[in-house]
């Protein structure tokens, strides 16, 4: 088992680099990079009206005209950024030189990976800070959401599908039935909404908070209140996520043992007078939870990242996804490559986590005996 630990350790950094490889380029080939970004806002054709960046070349978009601002000559010069004619092409030189783009492309992602391999990730083109800081501060916000939203769906969906498969086609399986079938057709982003309009001010009860993980006074509180708090703000954001989330797992769990209790082995362990319980337990749960398993990475993923961004934006939950979200939206480049080297580095660590969760449920699998 070890050996087979240290290969797919070592199997993680071609498969990282592979990925940070095909989304670099692809970035690069998208139009409107960070560079046209500030542009559009000197030149007042961006949604955003500021932008501030600080460093050896500061540029700085605020009152007055583009002129006032950049110092640029309505020359009518052709540039190859959009929106980019009448301003000096020596401030766009400077500004190419202030995001790197002064280099060709390959040049900036061999010196991305190099930074990274220092684990230095850069500053954020439109923050006054590093990437590595935005993370960390990012974190916990939705290191809560996917951790409380993981494991509750899991603590529902398990039981569940099990007591439904043990009962297919009862009155229990045929109501549970159809609020799994609600659960998986609304989008937690619109429980979200209901959740506000019912109990955080909307149009009925004003019970919740809408905005952050703790109140402002939050150190002022004893360890029981900070608690209680905690509690208090995240109890819409993850029933939300719970809700929408707990169907699917619900179904595959019910499938997955009612495959194996109609399985050989389970007729022979009955025959030979074992309790129900003991068989369902014993030897059904083991086999039928490897699927369920297998998935558990993707979920917490998918539950960590993309299923919890528009939570995030609702409850005003300034996340990791939100993070992301808006780093793409800003072509900030840094952020952008740094989450996906975290998210991605996260996923393929939590899918060896979940290999080796399979050999602990069922010691008969051997990767190394099959050559994994």
Request: charged share 15%; no cysteine; proline share 4%.
């Amino acid at each position: 088992m070890l050996n087979y630990i240290i290969r797919r350790l070592l199997l993680i950094i071609p498969t990282l680099f592979g990925i940070m490889v095909i989304n670099f380029f692809i970035v690069q080939a998208a139009p409107g990079g960070p560079v046209e970004q500030l542009i559009a806002e000197i030149t007042g054709t961006a949604v955003s009206a500021t932008v501030r960046i600080t460093g050896d070349d500061t540029a700085e978009v605020g009152g007055g005209s583009p002129q006032d601002r950049s110092g640029a000559t309505s020359t009518g010069t052709t540039s190859k950024y959009r929106g980019a004619q009448g301003l000096d092409p020596d401030f766009i030189k400077e500004l190419e030189i202030l995001y790197g783009f002064d280099k060709p492309a390959h040049e900036r992602f061999i010196l991305m990976v190099g930074n990274y391999l220092r684990l230095d990730f850069g500053n954020s083109y439109f923050r006054d800070t590093s990437v590595i800081d935005l993370v960390i501060d990012k974190m916990p916000v939705s290191i809560s959401l996917g951790l409380w939203t993981t494991l509750l769906v899991y603590l529902i969906s398990i039981p569940l599908g099990i007591k439904k498969a043990v009962r297919d086609g009862s009155r229990m399986d045929v109501w549970s039935s159809g609020v799994i079938i609600v659960g998986n057709a609304i989008p937690s982003f619109l429980f979200a909404v209901l959740l506000i309009v019912l109990f955080a001010g909307g149009s009925y009860f004003d019970w919740f908070p809408l905005r952050g993980l703790i109140s402002e006074n939050f150190s002022e509180l004893s360890i029981g209140g900070k608690i209680l708090d905690y509690f208090w703000h995240i109890f819409l954001p993850v029933l939300a996520m719970v809700i929408g989330g707990f169907a699917g797992l619900t179904m595959l769990t019910k499938n997955s043992f009612i495959d194996e209790i109609n399985k050989q082995y389970v007729m022979t362990a009955r025959a030979k007078g074992l309790t129900e319980r003991r068989v369902l337990y014993g030897h059904v749960f083991r086999n039928a939870m490897l699927i369920v398993i297998a998935g558990f990475p993707s979920a917490f993923i998918g539950i960590l990242f993309t299923g919890s961004l528009l939570i995030e934006i609702i409850f005003s939950l300034d996340g990791l996804g939100l993070l992301g979200f808006e780093a793409v939206i800003n072509r900030d480049y840094p952020v952008m490559f740094g989450t996906l080297f975290v998210f991605t580095l996260l996923g393929l660590i939590l899918n060896l986590i979940g290999d080796l969760a399979y050999v602990v449920i069922d010691p008969r699998i051997d990767f190394e005996a099959r050559g994994v």
